[in-house]
């Protein structure tokens, strides 16, 4: 995944979720940091549909910084997926609806 | 511990308060007490009560270790006052002293410092929010905050439960004698309602003023009979912290549609009719119900009796425009009440003991129709939090809730469903403010629940087409969007005891761990 460059998508709207992908190195994973306002109820969630949609696209290295307001599951895979994409990910569309 | 009426473990014990007593329903705890009484006082003709400064009244007084000072919270976020006091009990070396203060804002921040100093050591209130509020939440006292309701902290004054060393009272206009109002000067804040109890059961009383008037002052708000020492103060708030954002006029189409739905809901059971009585709030979609009440009641050709509570320009129009006969008001929110309480013979000033006090020979709130309120939860056994957020620290607290919803005919909670990812209706709240026994119908974006305890007006909701779901029904729905939410890891040390109206307690909130 060398080929990787930063990006971001998402607001700071409540609601809504801001994904920002960085480099990661090789052989260190899904390094996913989390700020959440409802941290308490839906940290574990939120991170778990960022890691599986990072991995539904065969990704196995990288950083990811999510700021959420309090967004829905299917908020945090389409911004997670649109910042993969701007980050130069060829999105598999088979995956994106699972 | 102990388990009370609706299930909540609450200590047997707490230090500095004494033996609890268990929240036991909300009509089922009557008083056994005689009314406390402070020491009974003279004046020589000649004596002056005007002082020069905070210190010298200190002094005079003398203010010591370990006493009970209060406050009253008019100016809300922009009260200097209770700020001004104990920078002063500082500067003497007073330590240990109890703030009673009706509720705290933001800017009482400086309080935190105070605390680390030892100045204060205990706080009791009836709501709060900001950094003292996350900072109790979070464990800095040493003993539970006590949190009571307005009505409730009226009856614990009268009752001798709190017992009141020195009250401080904000007055926007005093003569030197001690007659003051809230209707004149720069500071004008209108009613005086919290301070009054204060007043009449302090063993001393100290005005502080920025408007100095000639004796005697009219119309009085609190009588020279009542007031030890004035001072003279550069200025006691900022008028514009009244507005402390709680009122906007509403836009949100989801707000507007439950505010819709909740005056369809009065008008289903019937309360549309001459001499409806009602009281709303300054937030959100509460103010909205007003405005859709509002036109109801213009075309049905009814007047309403009173609208109680904390007054917006809203109700005052309502006044003006003769849909409304009366206006009792406790506090108000905005320049037009402040105006209209000084000046309208039929907007009048009442105390929290006329208000809400339940151990009297009857309050306002027990002859309201129709009561709006909010919630932060509510749950299956519709109890209602308005005391902790979603992260568990403290940012409110009952106020007039529990004293109006207990009051109401028809108590309507009206929330949006989700608030961000939160669902408001839950299986059990993490705090209990308010009972679900007092609670009759929630309104959210999503539909409406009935209390089962309240079969005829499920019966008058249903007839009339609304859309009515069992409240599990509405908590399924939000689940469905949202997900299940992870429970709240929370301490097991009590950092602040809900009291309920009648002296009970009725849940306790408990240490947020970081």
């Given at each position: 995944m060398s080929s990787l460059k930063p990006s971001q998508a998402g607001t700071l709207e409540s609601n809504d979720i801001v994904i920002t992908v960085g480099l990661g190195s090789k052989g260190e994973g899904i390094v996913i940091e989390m700020q959440s306002t409802v941290f308490?109820?839906?940290?574990?969630?939120?991170?778990?549909?960022?890691?599986?949609?990072?991995?539904?696209?065969?990704?196995?290295?990288i950083y990811i910084k999510a700021v959420d307001r309090g967004a829905l599951d299917c908020t945090v895979r389409a911004r997670t997926l649109t910042a993969l994409s701007r980050a130069g990910v060829e999105i598999k569309e088979g995956q994106v609806w699972s | 511990m102990i388990t009370n009426a609706i299930g909540r473990a609450v200590p047997e014990q707490i230090e500095g308060y004494g033996r609890v007593k268990p929240f036991a329903g909300a009509f089922n705890t009557p008083p056994d007490m005689k009314r406390a009484a402070p020491a009974v006082k003279m004046r020589r003709p000649g004596e002056s009560k005007l002082h020069g400064s905070l210190e010298e009244v200190f002094r005079a007084i003398p203010v010591k270790d370990g006493m009970t000072v209060s406050f009253h919270h008019h100016f809300r976020n922009g009260d200097y006052v209770l700020n001004m006091v104990l920078d002063t009990a500082a500067r003497l070396g007073i330590k240990d002293l109890t703030v009673a203060m009706t509720a705290l804002f933001p800017v009482h921040k400086p309080l935190l410092d105070h605390i680390k100093n030892g100045v204060v050591t205990d706080i009791t209130t009836n709501y709060m929010s900001g950094p003292v509020a996350d900072a109790v939440t979070r464990g800095i006292l040493k003993r539970p905050v006590i949190m009571r309701t307005h009505g409730g902290r009226h009856r614990a004054i009268e009752c001798g439960e709190l017992k009141i060393d020195v009250a401080f009272i904000a007055a926007p206009a005093c003569d030197d004698y001690g007659n003051l109002n809230g209707v004149m000067g720069p500071a004008a804040c209108g009613s005086l309602s919290y301070a009054m109890a204060d007043a009449e059961y302090a063993d001393h009383v100290?005005?502080?003023?920025?408007?100095?008037?000639?004796?005697?002052?009219?119309?009085?708000?609190?009588?020279?009979?009542?007031?030890?020492y004035v001072v003279k103060v550069d200025a006691i708030g900022d008028p514009k912290g009244i507005v402390s954002g709680t009122?906007?006029?509403?836009?949100?189409?989801?707000?507007?549609?439950?505010?819709?739905?909740?005056?369809?809901?009065?008008?289903?059971?019937?309360?549309?009719?001459?001499?409806?009585?009602?009281?709303?709030?300054?937030?959100?979609?509460t103010l909205a119900t007003a405005q859709y009440l509002s036109k109801m009641i213009e075309e049905a050709g009814v007047t309403a009796s009173f609208s109680?509570?904390?007054?917006?320009?809203?109700?005052?129009?309502?006044?003006?425009?003769?849909?409304?006969?009366?206006?009792?008001?406790?506090?108000?929110?905005?320049?037009?009440?402040?105006?209209?309480?000084?000046?309208?013979?039929?907007?009048?000033?009442?105390s929290v003991d006329e208000y809400a006090n339940p151990f009297n020979s009857g309050c306002i709130v027990n002859r309201l129709d129709t009561v709006i309120l909010g919630a932060t939860e509510i749950d299956m056994d519709f109890n209602v939090n308005v005391t902790t957020g979603s992260s568990g620290l403290i940012m409110g607290g009952s106020g007039g809730h529990s004293d109006s919803a207990a009051g109401a005919k028809l108590t309507i909670i009206v929330a949006n469903l989700l608030r961000g990812r939160l669902s408001t209706v839950v299986d059990k709240t993490l705090t209990v403010t308010t009972p679900g026994e007092s609670v009759d119908v929630l309104v959210t974006e999503r539909g409406i629940a009935v209390n089962p305890l309240r079969k005829d007006l499920l019966e008058k909701m249903k007839a009339a087409g609304l859309p009515v779901k069992e409240i599990g029904e509405l908590k399924a729905e939000a689940e469905k969007l949202a997900g299940v939410p992870g429970k709240i890891k929370t301490g097991d040390r009590a950092v602040a005891a809900i009291e309920y109206r009648d002296g009970t307690i009725i849940d306790v909130v408990r240490q947020v761990l970081d």
């Open positions: 308490a109820q839906y940290g574990e969630q939120i991170r778990k549909v960022i890691e599986d949609t990072v991995k539904g696209q065969g990704i196995a290295d | 100290v005005v502080l003023t920025d408007f100095l008037c000639d004796y005697p002052l009219s119309p009085v708000s609190i009588s020279q009979t009542r007031v030890d009122i906007r006029s509403i836009k949100d189409p989801v707000q507007l549609r439950i505010a819709q739905m909740a005056a369809n809901v009065i008008k289903a059971s019937g309360l549309i009719r001459e001499g409806l009585s009602f009281q709303t709030g300054a937030g959100g979609a109680v509570g904390g007054t917006t320009s809203f109700i005052v129009n309502m006044l003006n425009r003769g849909l409304l006969r009366k206006i009792l008001d406790v506090q108000d929110f905005e320049r037009e009440p402040i105006e209209s309480i000084g000046s309208n013979p039929n907007h009048l000033e009442v």
